[in-house]
């Protein structure tokens, strides 16, 4: 027998689930504003250099894991400590926007490498 899973948000169209997941996203994207964010891209800019790729002129940043040169669409922003899993919407938006301190330029490589590890981490502890 299936269980029934209640949708309670959005004229009884969303579950919970549905719900969390869009307003974490909405968050998310918000974040792409966050001036502490823009401070450590600036940080890590190495100059203006020839894109091997391109040819053309761009931005290059140094990935702080690696140490390694790419350019912006080579980079993500990424928080030292993790935000992981949080119990209320408060603790996430303060994980999330949290100061440059906790935030660091890294590759797409080592940040998905750091990320797979600390979810496997915090995964491993919710045993």
């Known amino acids: 027998m299936e269980k029934k899973i209640e949708k309670t948000r959005n004229n009884k169209r969303w579950t919970e689930a549905r719900f969390r997941g869009f307003v974490t996203s909405a968050l998310r994207g918000s974040f792409r504003r966050w001036p502490p964010k823009w401070d450590v891209l600036a940080n890590a800019c190495t100059g203006v250099k020839k894109n091997k790729s391109t040819g053309r002129q761009a931005k290059h940043y140094t990935c702080a894991i690696c140490k390694k040169e790419f350019v912006a669409k080579g980079v993500q922003i990424d928080h030292i400590n993790p935000i992981g899993a949080t119990d209320s919407w408060d603790a996430f938006i303060e994980a999330l926007f949290c100061e440059a301190e906790n935030l660091q330029v890294a590759c797409k490589k ?6 797979k590890k600390e979810t496997k981490k915090r995964l491993k502890n919710e045993d």
């Open 110 to 115: 080592c940040h998905k490498l750091k990320s």
